[in-house]
């Protein structure tokens, strides 16, 4: 993994945001696991987190401007 951040205060940020990912992810998978009864010990952190991309990718792949809502001359 590659730190993108160049000042000590900005990779301690990173470093904040990329645990609380991992977090999130691995909650994410203790519910679906909870739901289908299965040990989430024997889930797949890659798998969950190709899942996640996927979702998020297709949740944002729109700008605000294509709605045609709140564009000046959109009437």
Known sequence: MILRSRKP???EQEIWGLLLAHYGIRRLMRE????ADLDPDRMSFIR???VIRR?????????????????????
Do not use: K, Y
């Open 9 to 11: 205060e900005l990779v």
């Open 32 to 35: 679906a696991a909870d739901q």
């Open 48 to 50: 969950a987190l190709r």
């Open 55 to 75: 979702q998020v990718a297709g949740q944002a792949a729109f700008f605000p401007s294509d709605t045609g809502e709140g564009n000046p001359g959109s009437d």
